[in-house]
Each structure stands twice: as C-alpha cells, then as structure tokens.
C-alpha cells in the first residue's frame, strides 16, 4: 500500500527553482510531516518539517532562507518550495512522516529516528 508520493523534480540550473509534491494516504492528515534528501555517498538530510495544522514549521540551517515547507490538508498533500537553487542541492528528495508524529510541533518532527513511513523520492539536479 503506497503512503507517500513524492514528484516534481528534475534537472533545473543553478539559481532556480523548483516544487515538490508529496500526496500523503488521507489517515496521515493530522500527522507532522518532513522533508529529507540523500545526496550519493552521504547520508539521509533534514531539510523541513511541518506540523499536522501547517501553522507551524522547522528548517534545517542548511536551507532556512530559501526552501519553504506548506501543506493542503484538503489535498492531503506537502509541498516543498525551493529557490535558488545550488549544485550541491542535488539529491533524492523524499517526504516522511511516522506513527509518532500524530498532532506533534514541526520541531519534534525535525528529529530523523521519529519517522517510519518514506516515499519513494525524487531526483533533483542543479548543474553549475
């Protein structure tokens, strides 16, 4: 049964933009959710989360300033807004979220070990 899609990357150059899409299974609308990338050769990023209202968020200070994290619970869906984009952006961009996370604060789920559900990610490249 697939939770999480993630789609809307791509091979974008550096300093534009890109969205993100996640469609979560409707029984997750009440669920803190977060963004993740995994570069090759590094380990899985926390790059945003976003708390089960959408009224509350947190950002990794690798991309505070220039990703922004929304949701529409009516579309059951997350969004991952992201400007000016660099090289070093390049990765799979996957959305998350867990059992743990029903109606926490966007800072509890900025925490990797709470999440237990994954989509199956996203590439993005940024070329120089």
């Known amino acids: 049964q697939v939770q999480l899609v993630e789609s809307g990357g791509g091979l974008v150059q550096a300093g534009d933009s890109l969205r993100l899409s996640c469609i979560a299974a409707e029984r997750f609308k009440n669920y803190a959710m977060g963004w993740f990338r995994q570069a090759l050769g590094k380990e899985r990023e926390f790059l945003a989360s976003?708390?089960?209202?959408?009224?509350?968020?947190t950002y990794a200070d690798s991309v505070k300033g220039r990703f922004t994290v929304s949701r529409d619970k009516a579309e059951n869906s997350v969004y991952l807004e992201m400007n000016n984009l660099r090289p070093e952006d390049t990765a799979v961009y996957y959305c998350a979220t867990g059992y743990r996370l029903y109606y926490v604060s966007a800072l509890y789920a900025s925490n990797v070990g709470v999440y237990d559900y994954w989509g199956q990610g996203t590439q993005v490249t940024v070329s120089s």
């Open positions: 976003i708390n089960w209202s959408g009224e509350n968020t």
